[in-house]
């Protein structure tokens, strides 16, 4: 009987966390530093899965892999990844910018991106607004800007279809201190990985 449950439950669970995902999609109204407003779609995907040290512990968690799409200029630009993208900005050359913390969801090691100070990723589109290169830092002018997309992702059945400015500044995260480096592109940011070690 022993045996028997030792296959049995590890099946039922694996076929628990291969079953069961659910997508949210969503708009949210994105003051841009142009002094422009944008509306742009997301998408997340949520898979159950087992906790941390624990597989049994069933719930729905949110992939590392995020969509995002927008128009800006006349022009559609869509972008899916692992960053974990906080601000959508306008260069100074008029063209979208986004900024993602280089290590949310361990892009910096699946894409090799050395410890750069502030520790952020600026992701730079292509001609077609679908694929993204990025440079080994980000530029100057970002910095400061205020994150203007939306994080607090909540359980899925929670999420709203649409989120305006207002609603977005409500994010419980904005009002931590301890996360200046969420509330805006922080200059001082040097990530926990990228920390200069004391001698």
Not at 110 to 128: A, S
Request: aromatic share 12%; proline share 8%.
């Amino acid at each position: 009987m022993k045996t028997l449950l030792r296959i049995v439950l590890p099946a039922i669970a694996m076929m628990h966390l291969t079953a069961c995902s659910k997508t949210v999609h969503w708009e949210e109204e994105v003051p841009l530093n142009t002094g422009e407003t944008i509306w742009v779609k997301r998408t997340v995907v949520y898979t159950k899965k087992g906790g941390a040290g624990n597989p049994l512990d069933m719930a729905y968690r949110r992939d590392h892999d995020e969509a995002i799409e927008f128009t800006w200029n006349g022009k559609n630009y869509y972008y899916k990844g692992e960053a974990g993208i906080m601000v959508l900005a306008v260069s100074p050359k008029k063209q979208p910018i986004l900024v993602a913390k280089a290590a949310d969801n361990s892009w910096d090691a699946t894409y090799y991106y050395g410890c750069t100070y502030p520790f952020y990723v600026q992701l730079v589109p292509d001609e077609t607004g679908r694929a993204w290169t990025w440079p080994p830092h980000i530029e100057s002018w970002l910095y400061n800007l205020p994150a203007n997309l939306f994080r607090s992702f909540g359980q899925p059945d929670g999420m709203l279809s649409k989120y305006t400015a207002q609603q977005k500044s409500l994010q419980p995260y904005l009002s931590d201190p301890l996360s200046v480096s969420m509330h805006k592109i922080d200059p001082a940011y040097t990530g926990d990985r990228c920390k200069p070690k004391e001698k």
